[in-house]
C-alpha cells in the first residue's frame, strides 16, 4: 500500500468520526443574544480598468460562498474546542493534504497564530475574544440590548461602530471581570470562513435561544418560547461575553489572562477599522428574564475562560 492510500484510509475514519464528534455543544438553561454581520466574499476584479468591489462586495447576505473545508471538519481536542484548537487542526490537515497531492515542499495550510508579524495580504487575522463577569453587570445586558435595536450591522462602519461600543461596554465593568480568554491567529482566506462559522455554531449552540438578535440587518426579540428579553433574576451568577471577529489587518494580543491585558486587548479589539473589519459577531448569555448562568455551568460551556 503506497503512501496516498493509506493517508486516504487513515483520512476516512478521521472524517466520519468528526460526523459524530463535531456536534454542538447541549443547550444550557440560559438564552443570549446575539449581534453582528459581514461576508467574506472573494473582491471581484473587472475585466478592464483598476480594481473594484473588496471584501463581501457590501456587508448584505451575511456569510456566502466557501464551503466545507478541513478547519470545519476536524474534531476539535484541544482547548475545549477554543480558536488555538482549530489551529492546531488545520495544521494537521495541511500536513495530510500536502501528503495526499504528493507535494511535500509547500507549508502546511495554517499560518503559525501567533505572533502575527508580516501578515500577508492573503491572511485573515481571527480572533475569539471571552469575558466572564459577576452577575452584578446588569447595566451590560441594558447596553447590549439596546445596541442591538439600534446597530446598523449591515455595512463596514456600522459593524466598526458595533465592535467599538461593545468593547467600550466591557471597558466600564472592570470590577466585575472575573474570566477571560483572549486567542488570536491568521488563517488563509479561502479557510476563513469555515472556520469562522464553525466557532459562530458553538458559542450560538450554548444557548437555549436567541432572545434578543441582531444579525445582518435583522433584527428580533423574543425567539424562544416562554422567552422574554430582561434582566436575569437574583439567582444568576454569571455573565459571558463572546466575541468573534475576523479582520485583514494584523492585532498583536496579550497572551496572558490578567486584568491589565485583558483591558489593553479589547482597546486593541475596539480600535479595528471599518477597511480591515470583514465579519463580526457578538454572543452573550444571558439575557432572557429570569435566566442564570451558574459557576457550574459557566465551567461546562467556557472550559477556556481563565481566572484573572
Known sequence: MNI?????????????????IIQPEPSQAAG???MGGGSFRAPSMPRTGGYRGGYGGGYRGGYR???????????????????????VLMAIAGVFVNALRGNTSTNPTLVQANPLT?????????????VGLLASAKALQEDLRQLAKSADTTTPEGLQKLLQETTLALL?????????????GTIPFTSAEATFNRLSMTERSKLQAEVTSNFSGQIRTD???????????????????????????????????????????????GSTSSSDLIALEVIW?????????????????YPNLEHL
Do not use: C
Not at 65 to 87: H, K, N, R, S, W
Not at 285 to 301: F, K, M
Open 4 to 20: 496516498r492510500r493509506w493517508l486516504s484510509a487513515l483520512l476516512l475514519p478521521l472524517f466520519l468520526a468528526s460526523l459524530i
Open 32 to 34: 443570549g443574544g446575539r
Open 65 to 87: 460562498g466557501g464551503g466545507m473545508g478541513f478547519p470545519f471538519i476536524f474534531p476539535i481536542f484541544f482547548g475545549g474546542g477554543g480558536l488555538f484548537g482549530f489551529f
Open 118 to 130: 508580516n501578515q500577508p495580504s492573503n491572511q485573515i487575522t481571527m480572533i475569539e475574544a471571552q
Open 172 to 184: 466600564r465593568q472592570p470590577d466585575l471581570w472575573v474570566y477571560s480568554n483572549v486567542e488570536s
Open 223 to 269: 425567539l424562544g418560547e416562554n422567552m422574554n428579553a430582561g434582566e436575569a433574576d437574583a439567582t444568576n451568577e454569571y455573565i459571558v461575553v463572546t466575541l468573534l471577529i475576523a479582520s485583514k489587518g494584523r492585532i498583536n494580543l496579550h497572551k496572558t489572562n490578567t486584568t491589565q491585558h485583558l483591558s489593553e486587548n479589547l482597546r486593541l479589539i
Open 285 to 301: 448569555q444571558p439575557e432572557g428574564q429570569g435566566d442564570s448562568l451558574s459557576a457550574e455551568e459557566l465551567v461546562t460551556s
